[in-house]
C-alpha cells in the first residue's frame, strides 16, 4: 500500500497539464484518490495529444494495475474469470442505464452499432471504430428533454463501482467527442464503464456508485452528438482490463439484454 502511495504521487507530479476539471475529493481513501487524480490527468493528457500513446499506454496499465492490487486483498474482489464471466450471465449483476427505458431503445435492431475493431484509447487521431452500444431516447426537438416524461432522462450506473473522473465543462463548440463524460472502475469485473454525451453529471471522482444508481442526465454533449443528425443517446463503452493493464473493448448487448430495468 505505501508503495502504491509513493507511485501514485510521483506519476500525479509527473502529470501536469491544464484540465477543465478541477477534481474536488470525495473519498474517505486517500490512495483511491489518488487513482481518480491520476486517471483524470492522463485522460485529460490523451484528449489533449500532449503525450505519446506509447507514454499513455505505459501509465493507463500502472494506474490499471495499482487498482487492482489496491482490490485484490479484499475477500469481496477476489473473483476469477470464470467467476466474472458467471456474475455477468445472471441477469442480476447489471441494471440498465437508462431509467425508464427498455432493450428497445438500443440502436440497431440487434445491436450492430458495436465495432471494436480498429480502437486505440491512446491516440486521440484514431477514427472509424465504435466500441460501445448508443441507447436512445424520444426527444424529437433536442432539448434533453424526454418527450414521454417532460423530464431530463437519468443515466444509471450498470454496476457498482468508483467514479475515476468525469468532465462537466463541454461547451457547443468544442471538437472533444465524449462530451460530459463519466469513466467508472468496476473493481469485481476489474474493468471500465464509460458513460458519454451526458447534459448534467451527478457524481464527482472518488465517490462509489451501486448498479442503478443515478450518474447523470442525459444530454447531447461531444463534437458528434451535439449535431442536428443525431439522436440524443447515451454512449455506452466497457473496456475490460487485460492481465498487462491495458484495455480490451467488450460489447455489451447481451448484458443490457439481461439487465434489471428501472422505472
Same mark, same amino acid.
Given at each position: ?35 481518480? $487524480? ?8 490523451? /484528449?489533449?495529444? &500532449? !503525450?505519446?500513446? %506509447? @507514454?499513455? =499506454? ?9 487498482? $487492482? ?8 474482489? /477476489?473473483?476469477? &474469470? !470464470?467467476?466474472? %464471466? @458467471?456474475? =455477468? ?175
Amino acid at each position: 500500500m505505501r508503495v502504491a502511495g509513493i507511485l501514485g504521487a510521483l506519476l500525479i507530479g509527473g502529470l501536469n497539464v491544464a484540465s477543465s476539471q478541477v477534481i474536488v475529493s470525495n473519498s474517505d481513501d486517500p490512495t483511491l484518490y489518488s487513482y481518480c $487524480q491520476q486517471f483524470q490527468t492522463l485522460y485529460t493528457q490523451i /484528449r489533449e495529444q &500532449s !503525450l505519446t500513446p %506509447d @507514454s499513455a =499506454r505505459l501509465q493507463f496499465s500502472t494506474i490499471m494495475r495499482g487498482l $487492482q492490487t489496491r482490490f485484490r486483498s479484499q475477500e469481496s474482489y /477476489r473473483f476469477d &474469470s !470464470l467467476q466474472r %464471466d @458467471s456474475l =455477468r450471465r445472471t441477469g442480476l449483476y447489471f441494471s440498465f442505464p437508462l431509467r425508464g427505458y427498455t432493450t428497445s431503445s438500443i440502436g440497431g435492431s440487434h445491436g450492430e452499432g458495436y465495432r471494436g475493431n480498429g480502437f486505440d484509447l491512446f491516440d486521440y487521431t484514431v477514427r472509424g471504430s465504435h466500441p460501445a452500444q448508443d441507447i436512445f431516447i424520444s426527444d424529437r426537438n433536442q432539448d434533453n428533454i424526454d418527450d414521454r416524461t417532460g423530464k431530463p432522462a437519468d443515466v444509471l450506473a450498470m454496476s457498482r463501482g468508483l467514479v475515476l473522473a468525469i468532465e462537466t465543462d463541454w461547451k457547443p463548440g468544442s471538437d472533444y467527442r465524449g462530451g460530459n463524460w463519466i469513466w467508472v472502475y468496476d473493481p469485481t469485473l476489474h474493468g471500465l464503464f464509460y458513460y458519454a454525451h451526458n447534459s448534467e453529471v451527478a457524481v464527482s471522482p472518488g465517490q462509489w456508485v451501486k448498479a442503478g444508481q443515478k450518474l447523470a442526465e442525459m444530454g447531447r454533449s461531444g463534437f458528434n452528438a451535439y449535431k442536428a443528425r443525431s439522436p440524443t443517446h447515451l454512449h455506452l463503452m466497457y473496456l475490460q482490463i487485460r492481465p498487462d493493464g491495458l484495455p480490451q473493448p467488450i460489447n455489451t448487448y447481451e448484458w443490457l439484454l439481461t439487465a434489471k430495468l428501472s422505472n
